[in-house]
């Protein structure tokens, strides 16, 4: 791609990581877990927003991070799925920056990585959520 786009990069930890802005909904306080007997590894459980039940996704499982970080805040972002427009759920630790910037062939081997952005002098892993949720649930 050598149009500048719009991202939302977002702390999960000691690393930062971005979306394209255009799958992000919101931005939201950590609201009520709650948890269920399932069989999903990927899910942490599900939060309820405006009626709808959204799932949760252990982000750093799916990225295989040392460990989780404490959740301030939930990323609510819009997952394309068979035609149908499906919401779902990821912890973020920290305050996250709406950016303008280039995509770069990614330098990750992680799954889910779909290229990488140069910002404020940093670079960041730019995920793409279907292909990291596959990922998670093939292993």
Same mark, same amino acid.
């Given at each position: ?7 939302? @990069? ?13 799958? @992000? ?17 990927? /899910?942490?459980?599900? /939060? ?11 982000? *750093? ?9 404490? *959740?301030?805040?939930?990323? /609510?972002?819009?997952?394309? *799925? ?24 990614? $330098? ?5 990585? @779909?290229?990488?952005?140069?910002? $404020? ?11 990291? /949720? ?6």
């Amino acid at each position: 791609m050598s149009e500048t786009e719009k991202f939302v @990069v977002f702390p999960a930890g000691a690393t930062q990581y971005a979306l394209p802005a255009a799958c @992000v909904a919101e931005l939201i306080l950590a609201q009520q877990l709650y948890r269920f007997p399932h069989t999903s590894r990927e /899910i942490l459980g599900v /939060i309820v927003r405006r009626g709808k039940v959204i799932p949760l996704y252990d982000l *750093a499982g799916l990225l295989q991070l040392p460990q989780p970080a404490p *959740a301030h805040y939930h990323l /609510i972002a819009v997952r394309p *799925a068979a035609g149908t427009t499906e919401l779902m759920a990821i912890p973020v630790s920290g305050e996250c920056d709406l950016v303008s910037a280039e995509v770069l062939p990614a $330098n990750s081997s992680l799954p889910g990585v @779909v290229g990488e952005l140069a910002w $404020n002098g940093r670079s960041y892993d730019l995920l793409d959520l279907d292909k990291l /949720i596959a990922a998670g649930s093939t292993e």
